[in-house]
Structure formats: C-alpha cells, structure tokens
C-alpha cells in the first residue's frame, strides 16, 4: 500500500510538471523560428543590395563604354568631314569651312526662352518688333536692308542676314515667305532660304554648318551639308518672282517648305525633316543669304501669304498689329494733349499766361468761339472760326530806330517817328506835280564846265601822245 501511494504522488507530480515542460520547449521553439526568420530577412537584404550595387556598377561601366564609343564616333565623324573637305572643296571654300567651325566653337549660340523686353516689344509692337540685321563687318556696298525686311545684296561673295528676334516657340506653327524681287544673273548666283541658330557665320550661307536647314535657290535641300550634291536638284530651281516659304512646326520640330503658295514634294530626300532642335532649349531664326547681286524681300507676317493655309491659320510670327497705344496727332502746336489733360483748373489757368504766345485764345476773324474756350479741337478745318492761331497770331515788333549817333531812339521820343506821319507825308509828296526844268540854263551851265575843262583836257591829250611815242622808240 506504500508503494501505490508513492507511485501514485509521483504520478500526480509528473503529472503538474510536463505542461510546464511542454510550454518552455514552444517558446524556445518559437523564438527560434522567429531568429530564423530575422535571418533569413537580413540575408535577402543583403542579397538584393549586393545585387542592386552590382547592376549600379554594371550600368555605370556601360554607360561609360557607350559614352566612350558615341565620343569616339563623334571623332571619327568629324574627322571624316575634315577628310571629306579636303577632298571636296577648293581652297577658299575650305577656308571658309574651316572659319565657319571655328567661329561656332568661339560663339555658342543662344538658348533658352525669350527675354522679358523681347516679349513686351512683341506685345506691343507686332510683328514690326522682327527686323533683320547684318553683322557689323558688312556696310551698306556689301548688304542694304530697307525696310527692316528687304534685303540688297550686291558683292560678289557669301553673306546673310538674321533677325533681331527668334521664334516665340508659343503656336504650334510658324511660318515665313520670300520673295525673289530682283535676280539680274541667276546662272551665277545662289540665294539660300533657311533657318538656323544665332550667332551664325555672318560670311556663310544656311544649311551650311549644324543647327541649320535651307532651301537654295539651285534646287537643294541643306540640312548641315556643306559638300556637293552627287544627285539631281529634288525641288524646282527659283526664278525671279518666286515665292519661297519655310514653315517649322514647334511640337515634333519638322520643317517644311513652299513654293508659291503651294508645299514642295521632298519624298526623294527622304520626308520632312524631323526634330530639328538646336539643342533642347536653342532658339530658331529666319536667315537669308546670297552671293551675288540680287534683292529678297521678306514677308514675316506683315502681309498677306501666298500660302492660303498660313493666311487662314495665322501662322505668322506675330501679330500684325500689338497692344501698344497709337501715338497722338500733333496737326497744330497748341493742340497738344498735355494741354488739353491740364490737371490745372480754369480758374487757375491765369497761373499759365506766361506759358502760351500773345493772343493764343483769340480769333482775329471777329467770331466767337462755339462752347468752351479751354476744349481746342485739333482735326478743325483751318479756314473755320474755331481756329485759335494763324499768322497775324503773333504780331511782330517793330524793330528799333537809332538816331544819327548810334544810340537806340526810345519810343515816344523826337527821334520816333511816326507811321501814320510818314505815310500822309509819302501820299503828299505824290500828289504833287513835279517842277519844270529849264533845259536852255541846263545847257549853258554844261558848255561853261567844259570851257572850264578844256586845259586840263589839252594838257592830258599831250601827255598821253609823248608817252605814245616813247614806247614806239622803245
């Protein structure tokens, strides 16, 4: 009986303590699943940031070979041109290729948006704000513009001239026309219609050189070409009278051209020309060029366009007419506005007498003045009564009299004479009759001075006729 309750106890106690054992191996057997689980994380962790290092290290090694190759190629492109210069050009247009880069290299060309004082003179002024310019180094023998957009030319080489203002790059198109007005040697002269970046070689015609695209007149299409072409002109050669036209859509940057008034085919030069950017934020100019005598008359917006669709659409460079106010009509010199707007009241303007000329508000006609005094109306017909100056409007003053001495005769003085005096005198002295002469004691008078004369006379004729003798002698 002992023994079974020993057993028994023993029983009871394992009994109360295996839970207990049961519990502590759950939480140590969750707490390791969770350290496992940490593990695990951080493992992956810094697997992904190995792997992530190496694919950064991987693009950056790329990008640098790309970088290196497109450099390379760039190299080698320019240095196929220059072998291509050598091989294509004569001497001076190699000269002039030559001059060309290095003057672009030296003059990076313009980026960005408009200037605020350029946008304001568009604002208010239209597309009267574009004119075109030439370089300080060409005078007015080389290039004369008239006008602002007609253009001369009368030397025998290559120059061009750009506008003052580039394209606003706020409406999706913009749009230009050139006339050929005069082309007295069209054999022996090319006129090149672009467009391109500034500064550019002001001794260079468009399309020659990057960032600029033309239309010669010869019939080719130059998009940074300055080599022969070995293929037929794809565009129809220009003649005097010709209309040409360049457009320039501002969104996918394609550039079209025109011919009066109608779009040129340039499916054999393979489509339009597309993201023609100089850069990302380079602005675009209108640019005309020539090398020979000729005249070129530029239509930015100011007119009409032969081109129906720019007419309709308003593909100009600006409006034809701005915001700005239209300037007074100054007909007359006491019509101007500063004295119509005086902020002085009528009742003060005796503080002003000193300001206008004598008898400015009278008319000498002897009518009245309808209405107001001060309400001067500048559009007035001149011969009408409401004209308040004219000639006798200021009388002049009768200039000073000075008496036998020098000195000035003050008025009312013996020396002054008077006017209405003078002229009763003048209109006597002609009303009376003039005296009779007596002829016969004229005469005598005359026959006695020359009795008187005759010895001295005498003693002249032989002096005169000695000395005729002696020069005979001689």
Not at 103 to 108: I, K, M
């Amino acid at each position: 009986m002992r023994y079974l309750s020993l057993l028994s106890l023993t029983l009871l106690l394992s009994g109360d303590a295996f839970p207990i054992a049961l519990s502590k191996r759950d939480t140590q057997g969750q707490e390791g699943t969770f350290q496992q689980e940490l593990d695990s994380v951080l493992l992956a962790m810094v697997l992904i940031s190995s792997i992530g290092g190496f694919l950064v290290f991987v693009s950056l090694l790329l990008w640098c070979v790309v970088r290196r190759r497109l450099r390379l190629s760039e190299d080698e492109l320019i240095r196929e041109e220059e072998n291509q210069a050598y091989l294509e050009l004569n001497s001076d247009e190699q000269e002039l290729y030559f001059q060309s880069k290095d003057y672009l290299s030296q003059n990076p060309f313009l980026r960005g948006e408009m200037t605020l004082s350029q946008s304001l003179a568009i604002q208010e002024k239209g597309v009267a704000a574009y004119e075109f310019q030439k370089d300080p180094m060409l005078t007015n023998n080389d290039l004369m513009i008239l006008n602002k957009y007609e253009l001369n030319f009368f030397k025998k080489f290559e120059c061009c001239s750009i506008t003052n203002l580039p394209m606003n790059n706020k409406n999706e198109v913009y749009y230009f026309e050139s006339k050929i007005y005069s082309l007295p040697d069209p054999e022996n002269t090319l006129i090149s219609f672009g467009l391109g970046i500034k500064p550019y070689p002001w001794f260079r015609l468009p399309g020659r050189h990057v960032h600029s695209i033309s239309y010669d007149s010869t019939g080719y299409r130059r998009h940074n070409q300055p080599f022969k072409f070995s293929y037929e002109p794809p565009f129809p050669k220009c003649i005097e009278g010709d209309v040409i036209g360049i457009g320039y859509r501002t969104r996918s940057g394609t550039v079209f051209f025109t011919r009066n008034g109608k779009k040129v085919n340039e499916f054999k030069v393979g489509g339009h020309v597309k993201n023609f950017r100089p850069g990302i934020t380079g602005q675009l100019y209108p640019i005309i060029g020539a090398n020979n005598l000729c005249s070129v008359h530029v239509n930015l917006g100011q007119a009409g366009f032969v081109f129906i669709e720019g007419n309709v659409k308003k593909w100009g460079y600006a409006p034809r007419e701005g915001t700005g106010p239209a300037p007074p009509a100054y007909n007359k010199f006491n019509s101007d506005i500063l004295l119509e707007r005086s902020e002085i009241d009528e009742d003060e303007l005796s503080e002003r007498e000193d300001d206008f000329p004598p008898d400015f508000w009278e008319i000498h006609n002897g009518a009245e003045a309808k209405g107001d005094k001060y309400s001067y109306n500048a559009y007035s017909e001149v011969d009408s009564v409401d004209e308040r100056i004219s000639l006798n409007s200021i009388l002049p003053q009768r200039p000073p009299s000075y008496d036998e001495n020098g000195d000035e005769v003050q008025e009312g003085s013996p020396g002054d004479l008077d006017e209405d005096a003078i002229l009763e005198s003048s209109s006597v002295l002609r009303d009376q009759p003039l005296p009779e002469h007596d002829h016969d004691q004229e005469s005598e008078g005359l026959v006695e001075g020359l009795e008187g004369e005759e010895p001295r006379l005498a003693e002249d004729a032989t002096y005169h006729n000695e000395t005729g003798a002696r020069d005979s002698d001689a």
